[in-house]
């Protein structure tokens, strides 16, 4: 039986997705976040990082979205979730894109948002306005560049999905995530096509069962 240790409000839950939109049978164990928001520890038990997601199916232990996202196509997908001969391309490069590039930037405007929030409060005005002008002079720009590339990438795919065909793929996976999270915590960054992909993906059977399955998720709201 594979097992998937599930933090709340994760990069899991994509996987929990995947898990259901492949009918693979799962048991899924559940992690609470710290008040910090960090990871319990008792995951440094299962992975040595002490991160999520990560799964476990005999004596493999397989860690980092891209990763178990591509096992588990390849061995349990049974030609689900492999996109057409002139998706291939789309979907190798959004399934590295998603960690690669969007994610580090995504992390660095929140991480701007945090520090003067958490800032001395006789430091704080001070702060707030060396990260403001950092967010506006580093981040800012650099978001504009990318939702305006999936923007236009999405605007082409007939099926709204990012290698194109009519099912997701491992791009599909590993994108929902980040633009889950855009949708939920600053919409008037989304564009039309990224808050429809993520309706697409929010109205899948599939997902519903996992958000069931994996308990409340702050980025989907149905």
Excluded: C
Excluded at 190 to 199: D, E, L, R, S, Y
Aim: no cysteine; hydrophobic share 40%.
């Amino acid at each position: 039986m594979l097992i998937l240790p599930h933090l709340n409000n994760s990069r899991s839950q994509r996987i929990l997705w995947l898990l259901e939109e492949l009918g693979i049978p799962y048991e899924i164990k559940k992690y609470e976040r710290t008040t910090q928001q960090l990871a319990p520890p008792e995951l440094l038990e299962i992975s040595a990082l002490g991160k999520a997601p990560i799964i476990t199916d005999g004596d493999v232990t397989l860690a980092e979205s891209g990763a178990i996202i591509e096992y588990l196509i390849t061995r349990y997908g049974n030609g689900k979730g492999v996109p057409t001969e002139s998706g291939y391309l789309d979907n190798l490069y959004f399934s590295h894109y998603a960690e690669g590039s969007l994610m580090p930037i995504l992390v660095q405007k929140v991480i701007f948002d945090i520090v003067p929030k958490n800032s001395p409060f006789l430091i704080r005005p001070l702060v707030k306005s060396i990260f403001e002008k950092l967010d506006s002079q580093l981040v800012q720009n650099e978001l504009k560049k990318h939702f305006s590339m999936i923007e236009a990438h999405l605007a082409k795919s007939p099926s709204g999905w990012f290698a194109g065909g009519q099912e997701p793929t491992a791009a599909n996976y590993q994108m929902s995530f980040p633009l889950e999270a855009v949708v939920a915590d600053a919409p008037e960054m989304a564009g039309p096509q990224i808050k429809k992909f993520v309706q697409i993906v929010h109205n899948r059977e599939a997902f519903k069962k996992a958000l069931e399955r994996g308990g409340e998720y702050s980025y989907a709201r149905l």
